[in-house]
């Protein structure tokens, strides 16, 4: 019997998983609603057996907090007149990023709650100072390849 995990089975990504998916062959996944992407499945083996995981209120909670801080974010992001931003910053082996505010926002969905919570409340602090928000958000995109790097 496989344990259900705490994460989906892509990468990137700390929802909790939502379906099972079973191939013929024994090989087992986990994934998001996200991350289920039936017509992948099917390209792979049509024989597989899709399950819908009974998941715990907490959860629940824990995603809507999640929903919630996102669409902050994006609030954040609009009011400040940042959406068209290019990110630049350097990562840890000094190669040079120029990254749209855009795709770390998206990255940014996939991190765990806590590290959303964590961004939030450092952006709110940064603003309430007047500081450089587009700096910070520099520090994130910088962080975020990291995470990709030491995934793979
Ligand atoms: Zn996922």
Partial sequence: MVNTPKRCDNR????????RISYPNGEIFFRCAHHIAPYQIERDNDNCMIESLIFDESWITEFEESSEIISWLNRFIEEKRLEDKIIEFFD?????????????????????????????????????????????????????????QEGE
């Fill in 12 to 19: 990137y990504c700390n929802l909790k998983p939502e379906y």
């Fill in 92 to 148: 840890d082996n000094h190669m040079h990023h120029l990254m749209p505010i855009k795709v770390i926002t998206e990255m940014f969905e996939s991190l765990s709650l806590a590290n959303q919570k964590k961004i939030k409340d450092k952006l709110v602090v940064i603003d309430y100072h007047n500081g450089n928000v587009t700096h910070f958000f520099g520090y994130i995109g910088k962080c975020l390849i990291k995470s990709i």
